[in-house]
């Protein structure tokens, strides 16, 4: 009965202890349960893009906000005390924080969030294991390929002054050699090849970030065919043609034009056979005499034949 009685009265106790405990809090706060902390801390980072995310706190028809801390290698190390208050989450209202510029270093971060409402302030939930930016996901690069007339030309995502690109491009044909070019930003048109008509060239493209010394897989092969030669030779007889016209007809348009100048202004008169010379100058003389000599007898002798004629 005894030992019955003292079990009794450790029972008691221990739930007047927990009653007490419980009720220092509301005493504390004024009659009102202390705010939570947030829970299920964990970094996504995904191309170098670091975000913090936790599980919301919920107060019905309140809204919660809250502040990111961290802390470096050198922190963890020498410093524990001391945390970084992020540069972005002071008070913010979302389940979530980009901490891609608290994070400068390949070093393990630890993370730390509270919630804050009105003038209530949870404690500290911190990452359960630090945070390192050489364990983000590397995705292969966006990329858009366009012809300009036989040149290729390539522009790749930009995802940030991080980033380098490796550019692998080949003819589509059986044996074929595979070029590779490094680019170093993306977001700006680069001619990659000159192609040849009428056959086919394939790009793949991956992302390189010096600052933690990986890269991604190569993106899905795109390829590009150029046209034949068909329309070009088509356009080269052409102008050929039209070549050899303008060769042959400007030098014809130029004589051609120097004839009609000639004709208007020095015109060329065809004389009558009349008027015409066939004989020397001599014989032309003698032959004047001799018809002036015949002439003036005929006058002659008309004349007296006339006068005859009359008396008779």
Known sequence: ????????????T????????AL?????TGGVAILPAPQNLSVHSTNMKHLLMWSPVIMPGETVYYSVEYQGE?????????????????????????????????????????????SQTSGWSTLTHPFNRNSTILTPPGMELTKDGFHLVIELEDLGPQFEFLVAYWRRE?????????????????????????????????????????????????????EGEVLPLALALFAFVGFMLILVAVPLSIWKMGQLLRYSCCPVVVLPDTLKVTNSPQKLMSCRKEEVDACAMTAVLSSEGLFRTWIR
């Open 24 to 28: 220092i809090p509301c005493l504390l």
């Open 1 to 12: 009965t005894q030992t019955f009685t003292m079990v009794l009265k450790e029972i008691w």
């Open 174 to 226: 059986p044996g074929a050699k595979e070029h590779v070019k490094t680019v170093s930003s993306g977001g700006i048109p680069l001619h990659l090849v000159t192609m040849e008509p009428g056959a086919a060239y394939c790009v793949k493209a991956q992302t390189f970030v010096k600052a933690i010394g990986r890269r991604s897989a190569f993106s899905q092969a795109e390829c590009v065919e150029v």
């Open 14 to 21: 221990s739930l007047i202890m927990w009653f007490f405990y």
């Open 74 to 118: 050198y922190e963890s190390l020498y410093t524990s005390h001391i945390w970084i208050p992020s540069s972005w989450c002071s008070l913010t209202e979302g389940p979530k924080c980009d901490v891609t510029d608290d994070i400068t270093a390949t070093v393990p971060y630890n993370l730390r969030v509270r919630a804050t409402l009105g």
